[in-house]
């Protein structure tokens, strides 16, 4: 949801605010479409006559349409603006004179420094600040390089789409309270997750069966489930706030 702050905010970092409350308003577009589906019954099993025992076909009786693609691109487009707009503010701090024209938040490679060619990104900015993105990229480097990773997908060559996914359950008991839980097992069952499921494809039947809606990503190995994208929007207003502070300014 939008969020409604008292702080002072100058010059770029003004700008980037206004960035991220525009990205707010595709955010909440994005919610309310993936409530409408799944806020009914949007897929079910059908018995597969004369296939062998366990196979199900899965009818997708509604789906995400090509609207959650544009919604989500312009939604990323200004996460990704209010990153680079603040990282700017953050090297204006340190020398007035800097050309900005080449600034822009380095996302570099997840979990290893910032490289000569990725400072090239943030040239005159002050020890102190290099280490303040190093600590930001330490938080929250996998939503942030999520999101540079879908603004160049769907800026240059390709929508974001956003498909449906057979989503792997396993069953949880806790010993110690002798209680038991449904969760998600993505990570221990890769391979069900990663398959795109269409209407009218045919699966074998899990113990536990349930679909999930995910954004495939060139070169990933695996689809985003939309349900984190919440998590993702507060990292970059996480991180904007860290930026600002950054750079000497206080709420």
Partial sequence: ???QVEIRLLGRFQDAYLKYQHAQKHFVELVGLINGLLQDKWWEPEKVEGAPQGTVRIRIL???????????????HNLRGCLDYATCGLVETADRTSDLKKVEFPFGRLGQPLNANDRGSIKGITPAGLEKLEAIRAEFGADLNFINTMSNQDKHRLLLPVAVHQVPMKLTIDEASNTASIDEDIAGAVDVWTRRVRDGDEIVMPHMLSMGIGVLIEGEPMPFPLKHIERV???VWAAFMALHHAAGNTD
């Fill in 62 to 76: 509604r789906q995400p349409t090509h609207q959650w693609s544009l919604v989500l691109g312009d939604f990323i």
């Fill in 233 to 235: 929007n507060h990292s």
């Fill in 1 to 3: 949801m939008p969020r």
